[in-house]
């Protein structure tokens, strides 16, 4: 069965800092890959996706995340966050012939300004 | 507004009530997914809709949860004699198929609270 495992529970950042969020994923086939953000009392919204081809994605509000096949991961990273960036990211994974997305638990993100 | 809408956004039900939830996906949309999200974690699949087919259940959907989409278009998720571990936030999602893929978008929810 899929599995995603996100490594941090709650990352606590300065405005203007690096933030790189961990996303593990257990699955043996080919994947489609996703981080959804969920702002406070915002339902979740797409940040990016990976399909195929460049394993490094870029997404909205200068996000980016790279997937390493042979690590089983796809980080989300941003070279500097903003307090407006505040909110719940959640790493989603999806086998390519099943239509069954498998969410992970989590990274809750607190921006200080 | 054309994004997924769900209805009713609270309800707050008691214990060995029946409830009832509906989504309206985006009109062009042909998937529709349910989840359950629980405080501190992501979002549970329990099933989903093509057209107005249910291809997929999770063994998290017990025989009090049902769940149906007769014309293919809005979709609604019933929860029969409710239990206190019945509280969570349902979502509802939409997506189109192609051949590359697919990307869910999210409704707001319906928070459930079962006293």
New interface residues.
């Given amino acids: 069965a899929q599995s ?1 495992s996100q490594h941090n529970h709650h990352v606590i950042l300065s405005e203007a800092a690096s933030l790189e969020l961990g996303c593990n994923y257990s699955y043996g086939g080919t994947v ?1 890959l ?1 981080w ?1 953000v969920q702002y406070p009392g ?5 940040l990016l ?1 990976y ?2 081809g460049d394993p490094l994605v870029k997404g909205i509000k200068g996000f980016e995340a790279e997937f390493i096949k042979s690590k089983f991961s796809f980080n989300l990273r941003k070279p500097s966050v903003q307090w407006s960036d505040t909110a719940e990211y ?1 790493c ?1 994974v ?1 086998g ?1 012939y ?9 990274t809750r993100l607190s921006v200080l300004p | 507004d054309t994004g997924v809408s769900q209805n009713p956004r609270h309800k707050i039900t008691k214990r060995g009530q029946n409830v009832t939830f509906r989504c309206d996906p985006i009109s062009e949309h042909n ?1 529709l ?1 349910w ?1 359950r999200q629980t405080l ?6 329990l099933t ?1 809709f ?1 057209n107005e087919a249910q ?2 259940k ?1 063994r998290l959907l017990s025989d009090r949860f049902s769940a149906e989409r007769p014309k293919g278009s809005f979709s609604t998720l019933e929860i029969q004699r409710t239990e206190q571990g019945d509280s969570a936030m349902y ?1 509802c ?1 939409s997506s189109f198929t192609w051949t ?10 319906t928070r459930l609270t079962v006293l």
Avoid: C, D, W
């Avoid at chain 2, 501190?40 to 699949?45: I, K």
């Avoid at chain 2, 590359?100 to 929810?109: L, S």
């Fill in positions: 995603v489609n996703f959804y915002q339902h979740l919204q797409l996706k399909f195929s959640f989603a999806r390519n099943g239509q069954n997305f498998v969410f992970g638990p989590g | 998937r997914y989840y501190g974690q992501g979002p549970e699949f989903y093509q291809l997929e999770s979502l999602a590359g893929g697919n990307e869910q978008f999210f409704g707001p929810g």
